[in-house]
């Protein structure tokens, strides 16, 4: 088994809440709010994130820089600073800022003193 299927064993019979991109977008209104309350009772609570902010999040920011960072990919200094400071990158930080501050947001709104919260992977 993978490292996040082992690591939740260990946790299997504690009462759960997912709380994640449902993977669609899904505009506000009707449609989503019975998503929403179909997922809820699966025990799985959507942060809804547009295409736009998804791809300069996961595919921009995440993708181009952390995935680097967090797998040992060896940086080139000189490339890296001329990516800092080109405006593409300074949007898809922005993006990534904005959309973790959407996780953040549905997690508080859930949030129960005394819950034990498990990050998962690099993208948060």
Known sequence: A???VSALKGVSTYKTVWIGWPGIWVKPGKEREALATILMQE???PVWIDPTLLDMYYNGFCNSVLWQL???VPLNIDSW???SEHRA???QW???QVANQKFADVVL???VPGDIMWVQDYHL
Do not use: P
Request: hydrophobic share 35%; proline share 0%; glycine share 14%.
């Open 109 to 111: 709104e859930h949030y």
């Open 94 to 96: 922005q993006a990534y």
């Open 81 to 83: 600073q001329k990516m």
């Open 43 to 45: 025990g799985c609570i």
């Open 70 to 72: 967090f797998h040992y």
């Open 89 to 91: 990158m300074q949007m």
């Open 2 to 4: 993978g490292g996040l």
